[in-house]
C-alpha cells in the first residue's frame, strides 16, 4: 500500500493494485492541492492501514516469502542471526551470491563466526551494510557477533532503525511511550522512532492499542522478540511506502536491493544524538 499524492486532492492512499481511494470513514487526505499533510498526518495515515496482530492472515501467508524452514511457530524466539535473516530474507536478497572470499572476510572479522555457518552470507551481507546489532568483543579484544544469543525488542529497534534512518535525519526523542522504558535507556531512541513509524507496537496492545485492564503501554525491551512479531513487522515494511513532498521512502530497504547503501549513509559513530 501506498501514502501519496495526486497533485489535486493532496495525500491518498493507493492499494497495492495502484487503485487510487479513501478508507471508508477515515479521511486519509486533505482537499486542496496545495494543503501539504506533516510528516506526523502522513504516518499516522499509514498506521492506520497497517496490521497490527500476528494472527493476522496475511502474516500466516507471509511467512513462506521470508523462507521460514518447517511450520512457523509464532511465538518461536528470534536469535541474533535469525532476525537478520528474516530481514534479508524479506528484501528478496538473495545471499547464494556471496562467495567464498566474502565468508572468509566476515568469519575473519568475528570470532564466533565461521566460514561453514549457514548464517556466514547473510552476516556478511549485513555487516557490510551496516545493520549489525550490537557487538562485542572478548578478552582477547577479538569482534564478537554472538549470532545464536536471543535478540532483545530493543536491540531489534535499533536494527530496524538503522535500516530507514538516514545519516540527514535524526532520532526522535524519547517521549516516555512506554511505562518500562526510561529515557536512559541507551536504546529509548530507537525504541521511540520504531514506534513512531509503527513497526513495533507494545508488548500488551491488541490493534496497536493497550489491553483492557492494563495500567499502560509496554514495550518489554529486555525480551526476546519472536518469529511472529518479526514477520508482522517486516510484512508492514515490504508492503508500505510513504509519499511526502515528492519524495518516496520504501520501509523495507529499496537501497539494500539495489545494493547502494553504504556505511556512511546510515546513523553510525557520532552521528546519532
Not at 579484544?141 to 529497534?157: K, Q, Y
Amino acid at each position: 500500500m501506498k501514502i501519496g499524492g495526486n497533485g489535486n486532492s493532496g495525500i491518498v492512499i493507493i492499494d497495492e493494485g495502484g487503485k487510487e481511494g479513501r478508507k471508508e470513514g477515515k479521511v486519509v487526505w486533505k482537499g486542496g492541492k496545495d494543503e501539504k499533510m506533516t510528516e506526523e498526518e502522513i504516518i499516522a495515515a499509514q498506521c492506520e492501514s497497517m496490521v497490527k496482530n500476528i494472527n493476522d492472515p496475511r502474516i500466516v501467508r507471509y511467512y513462506s516469502e521470508l523462507q521460514v524452514p518447517g511450520i512457523p511457530d509464532a511465538g518461536e524466539k528470534m536469535t541474533r542471526a535469525e532476525f537478520l535473516r528474516y530481514i534479508i530474507n524479506g528484501a528478496h536478497i538473495d545471499v547464494n551470491q556471496i562467495g567464498a572470499f566474502e565468508k572468509a572476510e566476515v568469519a575473519h572479522k568475528f570470532a564466533d563466526v565461521d566460514v561453514n555457518d549457514w548464517f556466514v552470507s547473510y552476516v556478511y551481507f549485513a555487516e557490510k551494510n551496516g545493520i549489525i546489532p550490537n557487538q562485542y568483543e572478548n578478552t582477547r579484544g577479538e569482534a564478537l557477533l554472538r549470532p545464536n544469543e536471543m535478540l532483545s525488542r530493543a536491540e531489534a529497534a535499533q536494527i530496524l532503525t538503522r535500516i530507514t534512518v538516514k545519516q540527514a535525519e535524526l532520532l526522535p526523542v524519547y517521549e516516555d511511550t512506554f511505562i518500562d522504558v526510561s529515557a536512559h535507556h541507551t536504546l529509548a531512541r530507537y525504541i521511540q522512532n520504531a514506534y513512531n513509524t509503527c513497526l513495533i507496537h507494545g508488548s500488551n496492545t491488541w490493534n496497536g492499542e493497550v489491553v483492557d485492564g492494563q495500567e499502560g503501554r509496554k514495550f518489554s525491551p529486555g525480551s526476546t522478540i519472536t518469529l511472529g512479531e518479526t514477520a508482522k513487522i517486516l510484512y508492514n515494511m515490504s508492503h508500505h511506502t510513504y509519499v511526502g513532498d515528492s519524495q518516496e521512502r520504501n520501509l523495507l530497504f529499496e537501497h539494500l536491493r539495489e545494493g547502494t547503501i553504504t556505511l556512511n549513509d546510515l546513523m553510525f559513530e557520532g552521528s546519532v544524538k
